[in-house]
């Protein structure tokens, strides 16, 4: 459709991304999402032709989201203002989606258009750390980007799988890991 951006196309995307998350990509329904909007099912297939597509849709609307708050987060920053800011910024993000754990565990993981999509945010986010890591002269700044970003993955999965972890531990869990890739191990060991 040429202008789909619209209050049911807004509603269809909230409504999916909660289903999904919820339930996940192969157990939901296209009928539980329109009644979670309060549109039509018919009215779900006018804006996207297949459930997959609406789950790229869900998908890319949150990423660009992401990135476009990781993007200001390196605005006017130092290096390590601008990494705290990040890890702070990719800790919150799961810890709000920590009841929507299924939109990240079970999706369709075969739709060659969901891989690229994911290849090129993936791409782009490394880049974004990339380039700020660079900027302040950091020598690899690829490698180091990847093992940022590698530990704020590991870090997500705390927050998405341990039913302890309370949102209070997300900015102290921010600040050592953004301390510790700053500073290494070495800045952690107790000196007696």
């Known amino acids: ?76 920053r130092t290096l390590g203002e601008g990494l705290l800011r990040m890890a702070s910024l990719h800790l919150h993000y799961y810890y709000k989606r920590k009841q929507h754990t299924k939109l990240f565990f079970m999706t369709p993981n075969s739709d060659p258009d969901l891989i690229e999509f994911m290849r090129g945010f993936i791409q782009d986010y490394t880049d974004l750390v990339k380039n700020k890591l660079a900027s302040e002269g950091v020598l690899q700044p690829e490698f180091h980007a990847k093992a940022f970003i590698g530990m704020m993955e590991r870090l997500k999965m705390d927050i998405l799988l341990n039913q302890d972890f309370r949102e209070c531990d997300v900015d102290q869990t921010a600040a050592l890991a953004a301390n510790l890739f700053m500073h290494g191990c070495e800045a952690g060991v107790q000196k007696s």
């Open 1 to 76: 459709m040429g202008e789909m951006h619209g209050d049911k196309y807004e509603a269809i995307l909230n409504a999916a991304y909660t289903v999904f998350g919820t339930k996940g990509f192969y157990e939901s329904k296209i009928s539980e999402i329109a009644g979670q909007a309060g549109v039509a099912k018919g009215t779900v297939y006018l804006y996207f032709k297949s459930k997959e597509q609406l789950f790229i849709a869900v998908t890319h609307r949150d990423c660009e989201q992401y990135l476009a708050e990781m993007q200001d987060a390196l605005v006017n």
